[in-house]
């Protein structure tokens, strides 16, 4: 591997790093619990998009997080039609089973917020209204 392709590998694994050191002090919690709640939110957030917007998300996350996003996507069964906000923290929560989220919306929103701050707002704008009103009131409104 060159050196420049190294760089380019431990600075990708720095931002992920990154990502998830905030998410994980912002709630207070352990690193792979955040990591968790990061990947989790992601798949479903992909999973809710239109593949056009979802792929357009998609270019503005680090490397890594990208990685993390498509892993296990499956394009013909997305996006999914039941898209409530009740469904979407159902998929979140989940993931926790055995690790019982306390506040799933308080969460969710924690990564949303993460994503407001490290994605442009004119992608975070069309992200928002793209989903439906109740899941998309969990979205600072920056």
Request: charged fraction near 25%.
């Amino acid at each position: 591997m060159s050196d420049s392709s190294t760089t380019n590998f431990t600075h990708a694994a720095q931002q992920g790093q990154q990502w998830v050191n905030e998410l994980a002090e912002e709630l207070d919690w352990s690193q792979p619990r955040a990591y968790r709640l990061l990947r989790c939110v992601l798949h479903t957030l992909r999973d809710w998009l239109s593949h056009e917007e979802m792929t357009d998300l998609s270019a503005q996350l680090p490397v890594l997080v990208r990685g993390i996003y498509f892993e296990n996507w499956k394009p013909l069964e997305t996006p999914v039609w039941d898209r409530t906000k009740e469904d979407f923290i159902t998929r979140v929560e989940d993931a926790f089973s055995g690790d019982m989220l306390e506040d799933p919306d308080t969460a969710v929103r924690a990564v949303f917020r993460l994503l407001d701050r490290h994605i442009s707002h004119s992608e975070i704008v069309q992200v928002r209204n793209s989903m439906k009103k109740s899941l998309r009131d969990l979205w600072p409104a920056g």
